[in-house]
């Protein structure tokens, strides 16, 4: 047995060894390794921290070479003349002289632009305004019309070749209040003398203002076909609609539930003689589309895919430029046009309609609405709270803010046709008067935040009549709320059934 184990013991030593050795090559190798490891570990702490390699030593070294083959640049400290070789078939070269010495001895140091960091005029649209008016609307470089004195030239060039060409002076209207970013919105003016025939094509010459290099853009911003416009129409006092919805740009994760929420309620609220433009600035996704599609086959909305403008930086998805074409393009289309949010909600007193509300104000050209700010999450629970979570968002957001502030943003409505150009909480540049103390004949409810919010909206459930959240004071308003089974219902008779599985 003791045998046994000696010759067991014995195989297996041979057997180790015969590893070791075919293997040893290999163990040379990672002894190696580790050896050089363990040296430069021991070495590192030794070695001075200032020294290191970076790619401008190897640049440096390269570039050591390369010095061979050319020559090297003269420096003169009176004039740095740069010689350009523009092409090798005929040689033509351009000299610029950028520094000089004045008399005093002082340098004087030039700048040279080149290339282009923004465009001089970024066209949207164009419109006809009247009989021998023109109105076109677009963005320009922020930076050019703050430290900058650009100007506008308008060319009408008929299409009846026995028509001389008229031009006359732009005029431009800056509407984002010093809100622009890289690009702001410019809306220029061009009225003619006398009366442009219908058919032509309108030139916009776009000059930089720069005193050292006066540049001009011509650019064709509106071909009007002959016999295309009905010039009766800038004088009519008939109108398409009663009421024109003219909205802000759209982005974001907007919710589909508190969008089918919104236009339910205004396309009942403004009755049958109204229209909805929206525009989609990357917010009506698939979703909110198929909740606005039923509208949209009834002829009660319009859509205008506006995403393209997000290649140029300007404030809130350029929604002056927006607004400002919505109000051009349907101008003498309607006979009011409003301006305010999708999580906004306009409200007349219940003696009152919409429509006994704006005559009282057909001798004003614009009126202010007041706001009324909504919580979007606090809620109201006497319901109870299952039925609670099953309500409309205005059903149930039902506590107003009634915190004393200065002031309070204000939305608003124009008779468009007295409109030159508007911004977005009211007009600026129009003819006629404004109201604003219309705060018992029209207001509106403001859920902030609340169309971006895919989720259940209600974080506090509360059955009171006041409540204080975070040292701000509510009150339950159930305004806009009282009026939830006129609208589910309006929108039933209307539409069907088709949107009652809309998500949040």
Not at 260 to 265: G, K, L, M, P
Request: hydrophobic share 35%; aromatic share 12%.
């Amino acid at each position: 047995m003791v045998k046994e184990k000696e010759q067991n013991s014995n195989k297996e030593k041979k057997l180790l060894v015969s590893l070791i050795w075919n293997f040893s090559t290999e163990l040379k190798l990672i002894s190696l390794a580790l050896l050089v490891i363990f040296t430069l570990a021991t070495l590192l702490p030794f070695i001075p921290s200032s020294f290191s390699l970076s790619t401008s030593d190897f640049r440096f070294c390269i570039s050591r070479f390369s010095s061979s083959s050319s020559a090297a640049p003269s420096i003169n400290t009176t004039t740095t003349t740069t010689t350009t070789k523009i092409s090798p078939e005929n040689n033509i070269t351009t000299t610029a002289n950028t520094d000089r010495v004045l008399d005093n001895g002082v340098i004087k140091r030039t700048f040279t632009g080149h290339g282009s960091a923004s465009y001089n005029f970024v066209t949207m649209s164009a419109y006809r305004g009247g009989v021998n008016t023109f109105a076109v609307i677009g963005l320009s470089s922020k930076p050019l019309h703050v430290y900058g004195h650009p100007s506008y030239r308008c060319e009408w060039i008929p299409l009846d070749p026995t028509q001389d060409p008229v031009s006359t002076p732009g005029s431009k209207i800056l509407t984002d209040w010093g809100y622009g970013r890289i690009y702001t919105t410019v809306v220029v003016n061009c009225t003619f003398p006398s009366t442009t025939a219908v058919g032509g094509n309108l030139i916009l010459h776009a000059t930089t203002g720069d005193p050292s290099l006066n540049l001009t853009d011509s650019i064709p911003v509106l071909t009007e076909p002959p016999n295309s416009v009905d010039l009766t129409l800038y004088t009519s006092p008939k109108k398409q609609y009663d009421y024109l919805y003219c909205g802000s740009s759209l982005y974001g994760n907007l919710s589909p539930q508190r969008v089918r929420e919104w236009i339910a309620y205004h396309v009942r609220f403004f009755g049958e003689r109204s229209h909805f433009v929206l525009h989609d600035a990357g917010g009506i996704h698939e979703e909110v589309f198929e909740v606005l599609k039923p509208w949209i086959e009834l002829g009660r909305v319009t859509v205008h895919d506006i995403r393209e403008q997000e290649r140029f930086d300007g404030y809130y998805h350029n929604q002056f430029m927006v607004v400002n074409d919505c109000l051009h393009r349907y101008r003498f289309a309607a006979k009011w046009m409003f301006f305010f949010d999708v999580d906004e909600f306009i409200y007349v007193p219940e003696k009152e309609t919409i429509k006994s509300v704006m005559e009282s104000l057909e001798e004003y050209s614009q009126f202010t609405i007041e706001q009324m700010p909504m919580s979007s999450k606090i809620c109201y629970s006497g319901d109870g709270p299952a039925r609670a979570y099953r309500n409309w968002g205005f059903e149930k957001m039902a506590y107003r803010d009634v915190k004393k502030v200065p002031r309070r943003d204000r939305k608003y409505a124009v008779q468009p046709s007295n409109v030159f150009a508007t911004g977005v909480h009211m007009s600026q540049n129009l003819q006629g008067r404004t109201y604003h103390k219309a705060e018992n004949k029209i207001r509106y409810f403001h859920y902030h935040g609340s169309i971006s919010q895919r989720r259940e909206p209600c974080r506090h459930l509360f059955n009171d009549s006041r409540v204080v959240l975070e040292n701000n004071p509510y009150v339950l308003d159930t305004t806009i709320r009282d009026v939830g089974l006129a609208v589910k219902t309006f929108e039933m008779r209307t539409i069907g059934n088709r949107l009652l599985r809309t998500r949040q």
